[in-house]
Every structure is written in structure tokens, then in C-alpha cells.
């Protein structure tokens, strides 16, 4: 379904120049759940927003369902690939109502029967009619990244992206929305690429994960090797004990990863 | 036993008084839609240990720790039938009483250093800000102790740091320099309001290796305020568990497999496991009855 190669991103020109991302290798398969994890700055967050069009000048080649994808996006190819972001409190216009907010997907690419169209969605999610014409402000942390994936799927895409979805919510809510994710990626046969730092979250709902630090992919595990620590790379097996709480004794074999 | 746990007591240690003692405190804001009730009747002893108070968002977890401070924004009151520090009742304290111990005696470490720190100020000049401020120390004599506390939170190239702005540093070394600037007064109590939540999992161990550290060293009493039930745990002594403003519960750290209420369970239970399987996660049932069950039992507390 998804097949990046030699993907690589550059920010800043002359001295300043970083390469925020190098040589990303990634191939996800239709109706699978694909994890990204590492620490801010790794890069993880940008490979999604090349793929989903927010950044255009990345080099090597993004293939979605065969289609390789090219700096400038038809309407159309941005139907098969929306993104869900970190922070509903931010991504959610906060002067348009429920109903603005999921029609607009709608009538940019021109879809009819859009009342229809949002309840049915608004359902899906786990919100009733009476959320439709409500503004953000009216909603909870948990309610509104609900509309945020609703307005993702209202398209009916094929693949949905998403940035930290969970991680400005409480763990309560967080599971909620863990679970509406996996429900929603059964019905509907989705494929994700789900970027995280938080190692248990990726590990709960993606099958295979990549790790990444400094731009680079250095390792990418399987769920059994995520569950017994089985890994190969020094840099995952830290991060691997970094999320099993705070202990003294590992944490004096920590060491910089440059 | 299992009724002092539940409100946060613990029998007197006859060795060590505590170094601050709060009875019934309650919180409230008079807000344009009417009074918020943040915290309901809290109580606990806190002594020299880490002690870790954990909750959602609205639960008063970070009111808690503010009103210790008296830094409860304008709108708000506090009530306590007893809020002591080292002898010192904190609720008669004036105005002028309260600004020498904030910083000195209790300080706070707050969230994010991003926004914690002057940014117009080099780190090192508000470190030696925060000792002179306390302290009558010269400015020469104010520099050199900002430099070696710089040392002492483990920064490398402490002279270099010293002229730094607060946009310079990374978010794990902002911590680091605010922890240094709240140590310098060489306070008896320690306030870390989500002092890691901003920063990485491996900066975050880092991090609390240091107040770790630092509290083991100087005797200090640390509370850490999070909403991560399983990182407290692995760090602190004693937890204490809130909601809905109330103490729903007092663990053991150690013993987290041992909690009783079911509010505790949950919060255990919904976080998703490294170990774990791809079922769904069972979700938290919010109980009313909860609301009211504590307040009972601190008022049975408060009577004895």
C-alpha cells in the first residue's frame, strides 16, 4: 500500500542546513498498522507530513498504491490520505461548529448528500447528532479529537496518518480513542502510519514499529521483539528501558546518541 | 489501617515531625459561571521523601501544590483547618512571610522551561538572580555558586551555559537549569509541578535522577506532581491518588499491584502495556459515588 524509498527531507540552506530526514526506507502493506517512535527532533513527525503533501520538497519516491506521489497533489490523490494530528485543541477551527468543520472536507472535493455524510460519521466516531452543531470550545480533550478523526474520515481514505493522537489527552481518554482507532481500522480495512514517543501507545496498536533517531530509521521491530525487549540496536534498547519507569541502575548506562 | 490509608495518614513516625503538615485544605474559584470547587478536603503529612500525587487534568492535583505556595491565582480562596511548614502555620503567614519562604524554603519547578525562564535574561544571570534575591551575597560571590550549581545538576561546560539565553538550551537542559535555580537557596521542600512531561523519555529519567539525587543528598522533601501513575511510582515513596479534588486513594509505591479503589485500578488497567496484547483497552467507568465516599472519611480523620 505504502512504499517510501530513500526518503529524505532538508531544512535551511548553507550552514544552517539540517537534514531532517535520510535515507527512510518503509514499506507498509494494505490494512496494516505501521508505528514510528523516537524522541522530538528524530524526524518522525516530518516523514508524515511529506507524505500527506504539508512539505513538498523531499527527495527519493513515495508510493501509495502503486501511484508514486509527486510534489504537487491533485485534489483527488489527497482523498486517499488524510492525517490526524497531536493536538485537537489546536487543529480544530475554534469559530466553525462540528458541522462546519467535517462538511468543508466535503465540499472541497465536491461530495453530495454531506448532512447524511456527517451524522453517519459523527456515529462512527462515537458522538450523537446533538454534537453537530456544537463548537469546540463545548467539547471535551476526547471529544474533540473524535471530530478531528472524523473529519479524516469523512473522505473515506484509504490510509490515515497519524501525529501523536493521543498524547494531549488524559490516559482515560487516551484509551478510548486507542480503541475507537482499532475498531475503525477494522470496519473499514484502513492502513496507518501512526507516529509516536511513547513506545507502549505505538506498541498497543501498530504490528511492526520503526525507530528513529536523528533522521534515521536504526531499527524496526516486530510486536514480540517490542514485548520482550528482544532488540538489536543500542540506541532502541535504551529507549526500551527508558519506558519501563524511572530505574537507577540502567540509567547509568545511558549514554548520547549522535 | 486500611481507613488511614485511604485518606493519605500516616501513623507518626515519633523520630521525625513532618515538614508540612496539611488538614482539610480546600480550594475554591469564583469563576463567571458560578464557584469551582478545585480541591475538595485534602490531607497528608509529607516528610523528607517523594512523595508523588498523581490525577487527570482537573483533578487539583496542581492546586494542591499551588496552594502550599499560596500561589493560587486571584480568584481563588483557600481553606485549611491546618497547613503547617517546619513550624510555621502557612495560612496566618502575611504576604511578606510567604514571599521568603516561596524559593527559599519551598520552591516549585513548573512544566515547561520554555516558559518558565526569562527570556531575556542568560540562564546563569537568573540563577544568580534567584541566590541574591535570598541571600545577601555579592554579585561575584552570587556568580560562582550559580556556576558550581550548574555543576551540580551535571551540565558540561558550566561557564559556557552561564551566558546562554533560555532559547539556546534544549528542553532537557532548561529543566536542568531551573532545577539549579530552585536549589541554590538550598530549600527544605521541593514542589515539581510535571517537571518532565515536556521532554523525552531519556531526559526524563535524567531528569529525576537528579532530584533523585538531590533529595537523597540534601534531605529534602520532594512532591512531584504528575499525570503518569506509572512513572511516579517507579520513582516516589508514597502516592497519592486523586479525583474529582479528593485523596481517592494513599499507596505505597512499591506496591501499586496492592490499590483498592477502583478509580486507581482503572487508571492502571486503561494505560496501555509494553507487554500488553492488541485487545482493547478497558475504559475507565467514572463513579459519582466516589465523590463523596472520601469526604466522609476525612471528616472521620479530622474527628480523631
Known amino acids: 500500500m505504502i512504499d517510501i524509498e530513500n526518503l529524505g527531507i532538508v531544512f535551511g540552506s548553507g550552514k544552517s542546513q539540517i537534514a531532517a530526514v535520510k535515507n527512510v526506507n518503509l514499506q507498509v502493506a494494505e490494512g496494516e498498522s505501521y508505528g514510528i517512535v523516537g524522541e522530538s527532533g528524530s524526524g518522525k513527525s516530518t516523514v508524515l507530513r511529506a507524505m500527506v503533501g504539508i512539505y513538498s520538497h523531499w527527495t527519493g519516491t513515495i508510493r501509495i498504491a502503486g501511484e508514486p506521489l509527486k510534489a504537487k497533489r491533485s485534489v483527488s490523490s489527497r482523498k486517499h490520505m488524510q492525517m490526524v494530528f497531536q493536538d485537537p485543541y489546536g487543529s480544530l477551527h475554534p469559530r466553525r461548529t462540528v458541522d462546519d468543520t467535517l462538511s468543508e472536507p466535503l465540499i472541497i472535493h465536491g461530495l453530495k448528500n454531506r448532512e447524511d455524510r456527517v451524522l453517519k460519521i459523527l456515529k462512527e466516531v462515537g458522538l450523537g447528532p446533538e454534537f453537530r452543531f456544537r463548537y469546540p470550545h463545548q467539547l471535551s480533550g476526547g471529544q474533540r479529537q473524535r471530530v478531528a478523526i472524523a473529519r479524516a474520515l469523512i473522505l473515506e481514505p484509504r490510509v490515515i496518518l497519524l501525529d501523536e493522537p493521543t498524547s494531549a489527552l488524559d490516559v482515560s481518554v487516551q484509551a478510548e480513542i486507542l480503541n475507537l482507532l482499532s475498531a475503525l481500522r477494522k470496519t473499514h480495512g484502513l492502513t496507518y502510519i501512526m507516529v509516536s514517543h511513547d513506545l507502549a501507545v505505538v506498541g498497543h496498536l501498530c504490528s511492526r514499529i520503526a525507530v528513529m533517531n536523528r533522521g534515521e530509521v536504526v531499527e524496526e521491530m516486530s510486536e514480540e521483539q517490542m514485548r520482550s525487549g528482544d532488540v538489536q540496536h543500542d540506541y532502541t534498547r535504551q529507549l526500551w528501558t527508558a519506558s519501563q519507569g524511572y530505574d537507577r541502575a540502567a540509567l547509568e548506562t545511558f549514554k548520547e546518541f549522535a | ?304
Open chain 2, 1 to 304: 489501617m486500611n481507613e488511614m490509608k485511604m485518606t493519605g495518614f500516616q501513623p507518626d513516625d515519633p523520630n521525625e515531625d513532618p515538614l508540612i503538615s496539611v488538614r482539610d485544605l480546600h480550594v475554591r474559584f469564583s469563576t463567571p459561571k458560578g464557584p469551582v470547587h478545585a480541591v475538595r478536603g485534602v490531607s497528608f503529612d509529607l516528610r523528607r521523601e517523594r512523595l508523588g500525587i498523581v490525577g487527570e487534568s482537573g483533578s487539583g492535583k496542581s492546586q494542591t501544590g499551588r496552594a502550599l505556595l499560596r500561589l493560587t491565582a486571584g480568584n481563588g480562596t483557600i481553606d485549611a483547618s491546618r497547613m503547617m511548614f517546619d513550624g510555621m502555620d502557612l495560612m496566618k503567614a502575611g504576604a511578606k512571610t510567604m514571599r521568603s519562604i516561596r524559593g527559599s524554603q519551598i520552591s516549585m519547578i513548573m512544566q515547561d522551561p520554555k516558559y518558565s525562564l526569562n527570556p531575556v535574561l542568560t540562564v546563569g544571570t537568573q540563577i544568580a538572580e534567584s541566590c541574591r534575591r535570598h541571600e545577601n551575597v555579592s554579585r561575584p560571590e552570587a556568580r560562582k555558586r550559580a556556576l558550581a550549581m550548574l555543576e551540580t545538576v551535571r551540565i558540561r561546560e558550566p561557564e559556557k551555559v552561564y551566558s546562554l539565553y533560555p532559547h539556546q538550551v534544549s528542553g532537557g537542559m532548561g529543566q536542568r537549569i531551573m532545577i539549579a535555580m530552585m536549589l541554590i537557596t538550598n530549600p527544605k521542600v521541593m514542589i515539581a509541578d510535571e517537571p518532565t512531561s515536556a521532554l523525552d523519555v531519556t531526559v526524563q529519567m535524567q531528569v529525576l535522577s537528579l532530584l533523585d539525587d538531590m533529595v537523597r543528598e540534601r534531605g529534602m522533601g520532594l512532591v512531584l506532581i504528575s499525570h503518569d501513575l506509572n512513572l511516579v511510582s517507579s520513582f516516589c515513596d508514597r502516592v497519592l491518588v486523586m479525583y474529582g479534588g479528593r485523596i481517592m486513594e494513599t499507596l505505597d509505591a512499591k506496591h501499586l499491584d496492592r490499590a483498592q479503589h477502583p478509580y486507581t485500578k482503572g487508571l492502571l488497567n486503561c494505560l496501555p502495556r509494553l507487554d500488553g496484547k492488541h485487545d482493547d483497552l478497558p475504559v475507565l467507568k467514572r463513579d459519582p459515588a466516589w465523590l463523596n465516599e472520601t469526604q466522609d472519611l476525612a471528616g472521620e480523620a479530622g474527628r480523631r
